[in-house]
T-cell receptor, first 115, second 109 residues
Framework: EPEVTQTPSHQVTQMGQEVILRCVPI?????FYWYRQILGQKVEFLVS????????KSEIFDDQFSVERPDGSNFTLKIRSTKLEDSAMYFC?????????????FGEGSRLTVL | QQPVQSPQAVILREGEDAVINCSSS?????VHWYRQKHGEAPVFLMI?????EQKGHEKISASFNEKKQQSSLYLTASQLSYSGTYFC??????????FGAGTRLTVKP
């Protein structure tokens, strides 16, 4: 069964460092998403991406964050200068449809720890 | 704007039923339900695309009242495997989906 894969599974970084989280969505999917979950809390929407551009972003997704699809298979989330409060599990998701009409397939997540 | 879920937590004995509610202050085009087990990714349960639609998945079903901007998830004859956190996600006209804060369900033997 096709799946969304994320790397790394866990990353530890120092405050102020740049981090790139990588995702390989399901191959025929067109819509891509990043969500964040702080330990024990809700799953928060960060950004959606379609047709090589951001389609929606939340208030969390400020100038420190960026996304790109560099090569047609990977979908990356970059945090330019990490803060302690960026520590969380980051989930990538993909779908064959807009969120109004189709299931999201989630990856296993990348746990980011900022020291 | 994210939907509001209730209750925040439920504890059941095996075989008991539960209802989880989800409501939104804005017009809904769809409601998604996901279950997340501890340390894992959310897993899709079902999507409801139009008002009044009811869907079922094993002994888990859901309804969607578009007029009231509400959805409910029904878990009947609960099993130990149903334990986890249930999230509703609401889709508006934009390509984003916001999840509620979750309902933690614990099923005990």
């Amino acid at each position: 069964e096709p799946e969304v894969t994320q790397t790394p599974s866990h990353q530890v970084t120092q405050m102020g460092q740049e981090v790139i989280l990588r995702c390989v969505p399901i191959s025929n999917h067109l819509y891509f998403y990043w969500y964040r979950q702080i330990l024990g809390q809700k799953v928060e929407f960060l950004v959606s991406f379609y047709n090589n551009e951001i389609s929606e972003k939340s208030e969390i997704f400020d100038d420190q964050f960026s996304v790109e699809r560099p090569d047609g298979s990977n979908f990356t989330l970059k945090i330019r200068s990490t803060k302690l409060e960026d520590s969380a599990m980051y989930f990538c998701a993909s779908s064959g449809h807009r969120t109004g009409t189709g299931e999201l397939f989630f990856g296993e997540g990348s746990r980011l720890t900022v020291l | 704007q994210q939907p509001v879920q209730s209750p925040q937590a439920v504890i059941l004995r095996e075989g008991e039923d539960a209802v989880i509610n989800c409501s939104s202050s804005k017009a809904l085009y769809s409601v998604h339900w996901y279950r997340q087990k501890h340390g894992e990714a959310p897993v899709f349960l079902m999507i409801l695309l139009k008002g009044g639609e009811q869907k079922g998945h094993e002994k888990i079903s859901a309804s969607f009242n578009e007029k009231k901007q509400q959805s409910s998830l029904y878990l009947t004859a609960s099993q130990l495997s149903y334990s986890g956190t249930y999230f509703c996600g609401t889709g508006g006209n934009n390509n984003d989906m916001r999840f509620g804060a979750g309902t933690r369900l614990t099923v005990k033997p």
